[in-house]
């Protein structure tokens, strides 16, 4: 858990106990298939990954060494693609905390789910050449949302992930 959700449960603990009330808590919704992400990383490297619980957080999960951000595609592409506001927010996050920043790609094939882990802390590090540009693009992933906004992104060769997951179905 961040250091921030942390502070908000424990005022939200001390709202509670001091008044004896009933206290709503905000949680970030992750996919079915977000999920399935993590179910995969969390066993592969015997991690306990916390998801986050902020619903504004601009990462999905954490444990003590690494902050990860995860992506769900429903189509093949190599290179894959991140935004330059989550890749340098994250960065900055995981060196002021002393982490690895590390970015989980997974993909439903027809009979396998297979999971990409780049390491972009380390690439950053290497002098990866990210091709940053901008391209107009849906401005969510989720819901329905269809209206292309610019966006600045950068990109991976799937042979850049320091390791690729495959589970059986």
Not at 74 to 81: A, L, N
Not at 91 to 103: D, E, M, P, S, V
Not at 135 to 142: N, V, W, Y
Request: with cysteine; net charge positive.
């Amino acid at each position: 858990m961040d250091y921030h959700s942390k502070l908000l449960m424990e005022g939200v603990k001390t709202l509670h106990n001091t008044f004896d009330v009933e206290i709503m808590t905000f949680q970030k919704k992750h996919t079915e298939n977000e999920l399935k992400v993590f179910e995969a990383v969390s066993k592969r490297f015997k991690r306990e990954i916390y998801p986050a619980i902020n619903p504004y957080s601009r990462f999905d999960g954490e444990d003590d060494e690494y902050i990860y951000e995860i992506k769900y595609r429903d189509k093949y592409y190599d290179p894959t693609m991140i935004e330059f506001d989550k890749y340098s927010f994250n960065l900055l996050y995981a060196k002021n905390t002393n982490r690895y920043f590390i970015y989980c790609v997974g993909l439903q094939l027809e009979n396998c789910f297979i999971v990409h882990i780049f390491n972009l802390t380390t690439l950053t590090r290497r002098n990866h050449d990210f091709g940053w540009e901008w391209r107009k693009l849906p401005q969510t992933s989720h819901f329905d949302n269809n209206k292309k906004i610019d966006k600045f992104v950068g990109y991976m060769k799937i042979k850049e992930a320091i390791k690729s997951i495959t589970v059986k179905e």
